[in-house]
């Protein structure tokens, strides 16, 4: 990412490559509290090039609005690009609220057209050393060609007989929640995540469960992380000989 950022009073301009405003993860996984991204941030904008504004009206409150080249993570065959806005509120005590909305244009244009995305995040501070978030996303896609010349429903994957391959579906849901707790030893973290998300038309159901341990020393952060991530759809651990769809 590169930009740059100019004030004009209440209002701040920023005009280059960004990461997006979706999503409770980031990027950088020294910034989240896992290691690993979750399942919400596979299916989210890593980063956009265009503009936005930032407009701070009162203390607390702010407003976003962007324009941009499209969905960064997605392939593209067009260049119709997208945009996206943000209302957030911080100004309750230990509280944090950010409701976001992207509308992408660039998608492959031989399964969706359109495709909307809403999030809704939210931070909390229940005591000193225990953060808690939470995360509900839910993205819908108008359909250009969800269907083959043949009636049959599209498949994530092009390459024929692909075990990992699932029925495409148009709208998909999900949530996460997160707890960090700071430990009384200096520099050690703990925090668990569970998050589901659903894919209906594919009949589809996936769960992450992970647990993070997080020490800190100076510049140095040491990471110890396990996770499981199940799905009711042969995502995962598909056996070659067997591409039917396994829980």
């Given at each position: 990412?590169g930009?740059?950022?100019?004030?004009?009073?209440?209002?701040?301009?920023?005009?280059?490559?960004?990461?997006?405003?979706?999503?409770?993860?980031c990027?950088?996984?020294?910034?989240?509290?896992?290691?690993?991204?979750?399942?919400?941030?596979?299916?989210?904008?890593?980063?956009?090039?265009?503009?936005k504004?930032?407009?701070?009206?009162?203390?607390?409150?702010?407003?976003?609005?962007?324009?941009?080249?499209?969905?960064?993570?997605?392939?593209?065959?067009?260049?119709?690009?997208?945009?996206?806005?943000?209302?957030?509120?911080?100004?309750?005590?230990?509280?944090?609220?950010?409701a976001?909305?992207?509308?992408?244009?660039?998608?492959?244009a031989?399964?969706?057209?359109?495709?909307?995305?809403?999030?809704?995040?939210?931070?909390?501070?229940?005591?000193?050393?225990?953060?808690?978030?939470?995360?509900?996303?839910?993205?819908?896609?108008?359909?250009s060609?969800?269907?083959d010349s043949?009636?049959?429903?599209?498949?994530?994957?092009?390459?024929?007989?692909?075990?990992?391959?699932?029925?495409?579906?148009?709208k998909?849901?999900?949530?996460a929640?997160?707890?960090?707790?700071?430990t009384?030893?200096t520099?050690?973290?703990?925090?668990?995540?569970?998050?589901?998300?659903?894919?209906?038309?594919?009949?589809?159901?996936?769960?992450?469960?992970t647990?993070?341990l997080?020490?800190?020393?100076?510049?140095?952060?040491?990471?110890?992380?396990?996770?499981?991530d199940?799905?009711?759809?042969?995502?995962?651990?598909a056996?070659p000989?067997?591409?039917?769809?396994?829980?």
């Amino acid at each position: 990412q590169g930009y740059i950022a100019q004030a004009f009073g209440p209002v701040t301009a920023t005009l280059g490559r960004f990461k997006t405003h979706l999503g409770f993860e980031c990027a950088d996984s020294v910034s989240d509290w896992n290691y690993t991204r979750s399942l919400h941030n596979a299916n989210v904008p890593f980063v956009h090039t265009g503009l936005k504004l930032n407009y701070a009206p009162v203390e607390g409150l702010g407003l976003m609005v962007q324009a941009d080249d499209g969905n960064s993570t997605l392939y593209k065959t067009d260049s119709r690009g997208g945009g996206g806005a943000q209302v957030s509120w911080t100004g309750t005590k230990d509280l944090a609220i950010y409701a976001n909305y992207y509308y992408d244009q660039t998608l492959a244009a031989s399964i969706v057209d359109q495709i909307h995305f809403f999030d809704l995040v939210t931070t909390y501070t229940l005591m000193d050393g225990l953060d808690l978030a939470g995360e509900y996303h839910y993205t819908t896609a108008l359909a250009s060609g969800a269907k083959d010349s043949t009636g049959a429903l599209l498949t994530t994957s092009t390459m024929p007989g692909d075990p990992m391959a699932v029925p495409y579906s148009p709208k998909s849901q999900g949530y996460a929640l997160y707890a960090n707790y700071s430990t009384p030893l200096t520099g050690l973290a703990i925090t668990p995540r569970f998050e589901a998300w659903y894919t209906p038309d594919a009949f589809e159901s996936k769960f992450d469960y992970t647990l993070t341990l997080r020490y800190t020393k100076g510049k140095v952060v040491n990471w110890l992380e396990w996770r499981t991530d199940v799905s009711t759809l042969a995502n995962f651990t598909a056996p070659p000989s067997d591409p039917g769809n396994q829980p």
